[in-house]
């Protein structure tokens, strides 16, 4: 079952979600609802949904970068972002570590903001420690793009949405994106948008 995609503005989006016990995890309800949100991020298409993002207040996020995502990329597009496939997997009560100060900005979208994109600087590495989707211990080490999706995904959990960490001055419709910037350079996009 395909789950409605909430969008910015609802009050979920902007509230600290709830804390799963294993029990809770591992109830017919939780598990049922992992599925749906499985399908759902697939049908958007996303690399990740958290429950936030479907009306549900809760510590729970899946996230999957598939390699179908990525056939429009240039190889040294793959390369400056660091992006790679990533299989189906489930994080609970995440926990976030930024390792290192290394940052990368690009833009960033969301399935809870329809249509735009703006630049958002990332850490390049984090590690992440959490539950999966049977109530065992995950630790999680990534760097690239896993990592802007594991820090993407995370904040939706703690109310953060990309538009508070984004450049304000690179928000963009995806039709301007796709006129203006897509076929130029990171860094050209980085100097118009942090000019005064």
Same mark, same amino acid.
């Given at each position: 079952?395909?789950?409605?995609?909430?969008t910015v503005g609802e009050p979920v989006l902007r509230a600290t979600s709830q804390v799963l016990s294993k029990e809770q995890i591992l109830s017919p309800s939780i598990q049922?609802?992992?599925?749906?949100?499985?399908?759902? !991020? /697939?049908?958007?298409?996303?690399?990740?949904?958290?429950? &936030?993002? $479907?009306?549900?207040?809760l510590q729970l996020a899946v996230i999957e970068d598939r390699a179908e995502y990525h056939k429009n990329l240039t190889e040294s597009e793959m390369k400056e972002r660091g992006r790679a496939a990533v299989p189906f997997?489930?994080?609970?009560?995440?926990?976030?570590e930024i390792r290192g100060e290394s940052t990368a900005t690009f833009f960033?979208?969301?399935l809870s903001l329809p249509?735009?994109?703006?630049?958002?600087?990332?850490?390049?590495? !984090? /590690?992440?420690?959490?539950?999966?989707?049977?109530?065992? &211990?995950? $630790?999680i080490e990534a760097s690239g793009w896993y990592a802007?999706?594991?820090?993407?995904?995370?904040d939706h959990l703690h109310g953060t949405l990309y538009i508070d960490r984004m450049h304000a001055r690179s928000l963009s419709s995806l039709e301007n994106y796709t006129r203006h910037w897509k076929d130029r350079s990171i860094e050209y996009a980085i100097s118009k948008?942090?000019?005064d």
């Open positions: 079952m395909r789950l409605k995609i909430v049922n609802l992992i599925d749906y949100m499985r399908e759902t !991020v /697939r049908d958007a298409p996303g690399v990740g949904l958290a429950a &936030p993002q $479907v009306g549900e207040s997997h489930v994080l609970v009560n995440p926990v976030l960033e979208g969301c249509g735009f994109t703006a630049l958002v600087p990332r850490a390049k590495e !984090v /590690r992440v420690t959490g539950l999966d989707h049977r109530g065992e &211990p995950r $630790v802007r999706i594991l820090q993407h995904e995370i948008a942090i000019q």
